[in-house]
Nanobody
Framework: VQLQASGGGLVQAGGSLRLSCVVS????????MAWYRQAPGKQRELVAT???????NYADYVKGRFTISRDNAKKEVYLQMNSLKPEDTAVYYC??????????????WGRGTLVTVSS
């Protein structure tokens, strides 16, 4: 099982970016999916989660600005980020709880995509 994130880049404060993450491999089902981020010198923190049924949760610091969504058929999760702030600068990681062939249920992480917000 592999997770591949994309969509990061450099954007000015107030701008928008859309991150994508696709799950591949021998999979029965993808359950909860999430985005985390890790800023330089800081611990990794949760940004948002989405269940297979579409229920979402957000960290307070992104509520109203970020939207998580998913496409179950494509095994993809997205993070639409609007009104970006310099403090949103971080490497963004996707995570998925996957029921994989042979392995069974396990959490998998993508490698991360860098988002840089300039002031």
């Amino acid at each position: 099982v592999q997770l591949q994130a994309s969509g990061g880049g450099l954007v000015q404060a107030g701008g928008s970016l859309r991150l994508s993450c696709v799950v591949s491999g021998s999979i029965y089902e993808v359950n909860d999916m999430a985005w985390y981020r890790q800023a330089p010198g800081k611990q990794r923190e949760l940004v948002a989660t989405v269940t297979r049924g579409g229920t979402t949760n957000y960290a307070d610091y992104v509520k109203g600005r970020f939207t998580i969504s998913r496409d179950n058929a494509k095994k993809e999760v997205y993070l639409q980020m609007n009104s970006l702030k310099p403090e949103d600068t971080a490497v963004y990681y996707c995570k998925a709880n996957v029921d994989a062939v042979v392995v069974g249920l396990k959490d998998y992480w993508g490698r991360g995509t860098l988002v840089t917000v300039s002031s």
